[in-house]
């Protein structure tokens, strides 16, 4: 089964608006992931959280992690074009030697 | 630059036919992995190895095959005997077998049935 689940599936919304994607997982985590994937290419990390951790930034990017409520979200501010990708959750569950990657939010950011 | 290189791009393959991915890295990671992604969902782990020589079944290793003669190199072989091969498939690297570190990955392969 899906450790992580993203929500929504699809969002669309104007340049420059704001854009927030949820992650929820079932089991305790180490850390979790956010990758992006532009069509047709591989994924690109962006930002890892580790289970200690509530909240991380990176340039245009925030991360919170909820671990009582076992769910993470990634905000990307001022949004631009080229921001118009699928984004994924990744989870390490305790003990599993892999990642497990959500189904993804495909995000278009129109102009 | 450094990276991750997956060729071909796009590949056929024919009804009973073995086809091999290739993977290389030049990263110096020691750590690589194979995902099979379908449309519209996320990935699913193959096969991974932390360590020449070595490697473990993903979640889906059913119908392929892999081998880890060199640090750089990881390729996938995908035998005839995995009934649905039609998906993107994407290489990715480690700099140590941790799951705390990011995942470097190529651009993949398409992989289609003629």
């Known amino acids: 089964s899906q450790q992580g689940e993203e929500d929504p599936q699809a969002l669309s919304i104007q340049e420059g608006e704001n854009a927030t994607m949820n992650c929820s997982y079932k089991?305790?985590?180490?850390?979790l992931q956010w990758y992006r994937q532009n069509s047709g290419r591989g994924l690109v990390h962006l930002i890892l959280?580790?289970?200690?951790?509530r909240e991380k930034h990176s340039g245009r990017l925030r991360v919170t992690l909820d671990t009582s409520k076992k769910s993470s979200s990634l905000l990307i501010t001022a949004s631009r074009a080229a921001d118009t990708a699928s984004y994924f959750c990744?989870?390490?569950?305790?003990?599993?030697?892999?990642?497990?990657f959500g189904q993804g939010t495909r995000l278009t950011i129109n102009p | 630059d450094g990276g991750i290189t997956q060729s071909p791009k796009y590949l056929f393959r024919k009804e009973g036919q073995n086809v091999t991915l290739s993977c290389e890295q030049n990263?110096?990671?020691?750590?690589m992995y194979w995902y099979r992604q379908d449309p519209g969902q996320g990935l699913r782990l193959i096969y991974y190895?932390?360590?020449?020589?070595?490697?473990q079944k993903g979640d889906i290793a059913e119908g392929y095959s892999v081998s880890r003669e060199k640090k750089e190199s990881f390729p996938l072989t995908v035998t005839s005997a995995q009934k649905n091969p039609t998906a993107f498939y994407l290489c990715?690297?480690?700099?140590?077998?941790?799951?705390?570190?990011?995942?470097?990955f190529g651009d993949g392969t398409r992989l289609s049935i003629l």
């Open positions: 990715a690297s480690t700099l140590g077998a941790g799951m705390d570190q990011p995942q470097h």
């Open positions: 990744a989870t390490d569950a305790w003990g599993a030697q892999k990642l497990v």
């Open positions: 190895s932390q360590i020449v020589n070595d490697f």
């Open positions: 990263l110096n990671h020691d750590a």
């Open positions: 959280i580790r289970s200690n951790e």
């Open positions: 089991t305790s985590i180490n850390n």
